[in-house]
């Protein structure tokens, strides 16, 4: 059974910081992409940040480009996101996902964010709010 357990969010002031974790486990964390998004009400979800394991090559939204780092422990098929420098406008329900990726050119190739409807496995979330 595939499980992804998002979490680590919670209510912290503008400029704070928390470290969300998404535990995955029932598939070879190797083949997936792990992505981070995000949907505030009245909002469309949106793609944060996601990673491949087994190239290190990551994903960041331009929202969130050089505040948030994406990182990943294989040995505990966990997914790490530091946020930093928290603003208001991160407040929202943070999802993890996973899709298996494609192989092209005998290389898995991390789908780009905007693909998130493709990710086949989901988390339930962890709401992150963020006081001005």
């Known amino acids: 059974e595939v499980q992804l357990q998002a979490s680590g969010g919670g209510l912290v002031q503008a400029g704070g910081s928390l470290r969300l974790s998404c535990a995955a486990s029932?598939?070879?964390?190797?083949?997936?992409?792990i992505g981070w998004f995000r949907q505030a009400p009245g909002k469309e979800r949106e793609g944060v940040s996601s990673?491949?394991?087994?190239?290190?090559?990551?994903y960041y939204a331009e929202s969130v480009k050089g505040r948030f780092t994406i990182s990943s422990d294989n040995a505990k098929n966990t997914v790490y996101l530091q946020m930093n420098s928290l603003k208001p406008e991160d407040t929202a329900v943070y999802y993890c996902?996973?899709?298996?990726?494609?192989?092209?050119?005998?290389?898995?190739?991390?789908?780009?964010?905007?693909?998130?409807?493709?990710?086949?496995?989901w988390g339930q979330g962890t709401q992150v709010t963020v006081s001005s």
């Open positions: 029932g598939f070879t964390f190797d083949d997936y992409a």
């Open positions: 990673i491949s394991s087994s190239t290190g090559f990551t």
């Open positions: 996902a996973a899709e298996r990726m494609a192989i092209v050119a005998g290389i898995p190739t991390l789908p780009p964010l905007d693909q998130w409807p493709q990710y086949e496995y």
